[in-house]
């Protein structure tokens, strides 16, 4: 199974603030050695003041319309992936689509870190509906729900988005296989309890701590390794390709031992794998755009190029879709 799909625009913000490792060891029981060591993180960015996930969402689309040659009233439908929402009520694509000036259909999604590559492959299938334009965006602000007293988790994540125009291919498919899943069963390893209908908001929930982030790191690490090898295995296998014709593999950057544990059992060398969770930290759905977009930006990614991308996330989600970069 492929899908006539390809990217045709891409883009990304990152917010201006900067989190560096010195400042944490400022403000929590931490290291810089440690982090660096246990995480490959140095630094992250942070969204300030009247920056949110739909600010960052608009910057990063408007950037893959632009790219794509399109103005906004070309996309014809608009998916968001986030973990992170602008509130509740409605959801964060409401107000990206006011700032962009589209009227099209949008809805959020919310796979976690596997957000951009299952949104990828639900895009892709909307083309096949006969849509022309689809835009998807990965768009978070972390910072916003990680406890900033919790070392486990403020040295891990960051913000950012990412964001990509789809379009029909008439050449060649540009997604050639993908995997998607989602075991329940570790819902409990990565969560935010507090704020929903099993646990509404109280002054006793906040009081509690309960609208953080709260992770089980190192069950997640142990999982994150099995779920993004068995993914990718498995999409390699669909598509027939062996992991020596994939030009890059670009993992999720949740931790720099993750990506090289993978890396290694999958048979990607450091030169092959696409990072940069030094300078930006785990940005959940808007890591792999993140990573993606910016070797394109820099030529590394070239047009013929297979690329494979790989998350996994809060769920347990994990998806994993192989692209012939510059299809058409
Ligand atoms: N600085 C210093 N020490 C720390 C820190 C810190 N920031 N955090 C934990 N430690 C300590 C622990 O308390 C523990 O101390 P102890 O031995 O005295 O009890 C020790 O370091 C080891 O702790 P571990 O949790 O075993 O450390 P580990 O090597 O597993 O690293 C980490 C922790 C970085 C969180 C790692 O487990 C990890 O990256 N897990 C995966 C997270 C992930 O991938 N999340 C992705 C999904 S994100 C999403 O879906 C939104």
Known sequence: MTAAAAIVGWGTALPDGRVTNADLEARVDTSDEWIVERTGIRERRVVGPGETTASLAVEAATHAIKRAGLTPSDIDLMIVATVTPEQPIPHTGAFVGETLGLRCGSFDMNAACAGFVYELVVGASMLQMGYDHVLIIGAETLSRIIDPEDRT???????????????????????????????????????????????????????????????????????????????????????GVDA????????????????????????????????????????????????????????????????????????????SALLRWGAR
């Open 244 to 319: 020596s014709e994939v030009a890059w593999f670009v993992p999720h950057q949740a931790n720099q031992r993750i990506i090289d544990a993978a890396g290694n059992r999958l048979g990607f060398e450091s030169e092959r794998t696409l990072v940069n969770i030094d300078r930006v930290g785990n940005t959940s759905s808007a890591s792999i755009p993140l990573a993606l977009f910016e070797a394109v930006d820099d030529g590394r990614v070239r047009d013929g190029d297979l690329v494979l991308c790989s998350g996994f996330g809060a769920g347990m989600t994990w998806a």
């Open 153 to 239: 988790t403020t040295v891990i994540f960051g913000d950012g988005a990412g964001a990509a125009v789809l379009a029909p291919t008439r050449e060649t498919p540009g997604l050639l296989a993908w995997d998607l899943g989602c075991d329940g069963s570790a819902a409990a390893l990565l969560e935010v309890r507090a704020g929903g209908s099993r646990l509404p908001a109280s002054a006793a929930t906040v009081e509690g701590r309960e609208h953080y982030l709260k992770m089980a790191g190192q069950e997640v690490f142990r999982r994150a390794v099995r779920v993004v090898v068995d993914s990718a295995s498995s999409t390699l296998a669909r598509a």
